[in-house]
């Protein structure tokens, strides 16, 4: 039975009304490919989640246990890469570019040429061990505009990126953690989603707003030189600070006391082995992170 076109992108909060949404590629009998209605509607979900208040981060990944996105379905080529593609609203890749929350890409098997593309526009990757990012444009005669001829030289260097595209060679994940490409390799492909929303969780206990204006200010900055980027995270930081109210401060005061207090109940002699996973732990007993911080 075929699937409707509103079943193949998927959104999921798990448990119902969870700061973190799942996005699910969702045609593995095609091992998540794309058709243009798929794109369209990826962009769209990308788009309302990002200006969703109760969403804090995305989780990105696809069904089953075979492939994250296989790329586009060359069967329906030409309505892809001819027509509107030009819209950013229906492109996800610049939906995912403007998105202002946190995206983990959760990578469950293979990543080909516009999942490889998708994955690269996510800010954080977890891949399962059996995970493959592979660069078909070369192969198929397919010229890439999602940005993967330039993002992924930027990421493992000139000479590898090269070596990958021209020869449509696959990044195994565990080349690719190697490399700088994935933050994490887990141990089968369907861990990979629990891993992203293990780190989604993390990211979720932090202050929001400052979430969202540090992802900028290192999204925004990597486009820089040195120099200007530190003269942009100087700028951001004033005005940041400027636009805190007395009240605001003492509750950042408040918060980062708390904080002490938590930890200085930790005995002396369990201190040298006190790490970032006890510190979090008397983090999240203990307080909960305020919206201390100017909007």
């Keep these: 039975m075929e699937q409707s076109e509103s079943d193949l992108i998927k959104v999921s909060r798990d448990p119902p009304g969870s700061a973190v ?23 769209r979900h990308i788009r309302l989640l990002d200006s969703d208040p109760t969403v ?15 790329g586009v379905d060359l069967t329906a080529a030409e309505s892809v890469f001819k027509g509107d593609v030009k819209d950013p609203l229906s492109d996800p890749i610049c939906q995912l570019h403007a998105c202002s929350k946190p995206v983990i890409g959760a990578i469950n098997g293979y990543a080909v040429t516009a999942g490889f593309e998708i994955a690269l526009a996510c800010d954080i990757l977890v891949a399962g061990k059996d995970a493959k990012f592979i ?19 930027r990421i493992i260097g000139p000479m590898r990126a090269r070596e990958v595209s021209l020869t449509a060679m696959p990044v195994t994940a565990q080349m690719a953690e190697k490399w700088g490409l994935v933050n994490h390799v887990v141990e089968r492909n369907s861990g990979a989603l629990d891993k992203a929303k293990e780190i989604a969780e993390a990211i979720i206990k932090n ?67 006190f790490g970032l996973k006890e510190y979090l732990s008397c983090l999240s007993a203990n307080l909960e992170a305020p919206s201390f911080s100017a909007s």
């Design 56 to 70: 804090a981060v995305l989780i990105l990944t696809g069904a089953g246990d075979r492939a994250f996105c296989s």
């Design 207 to 273: 202050n929001r707003n400052l979430v969202l204006k540090y992802k900028a200010v290192i999204n925004d900055g990597f486009s820089l030189d040195l120099r200007s980027a530190l003269a942009l995270e100087k700028e951001r930081a004033h005005s940041y600070y400027d636009g805190m109210t007395k009240d605001q401060f003492a509750m950042m005061q408040k918060f980062i006391q708390g904080l002490r207090l938590a930890v200085a109940k930790v005995p002396i002699s369990q201190l040298s082995s």
């Design 21 to 43: 949404a799942v996005i699910t590629i969702n045609r593995p009998k095609s091992l998540n490919s794309l058709t243009r209605p798929m794109i369209v509607s990826l962009a």
């Design 135 to 153: 660069d078909t444009h070369a192969k198929f005669g397919i010229f890439p505009s999602w940005g993967l001829s330039q993002k992924l030289s």
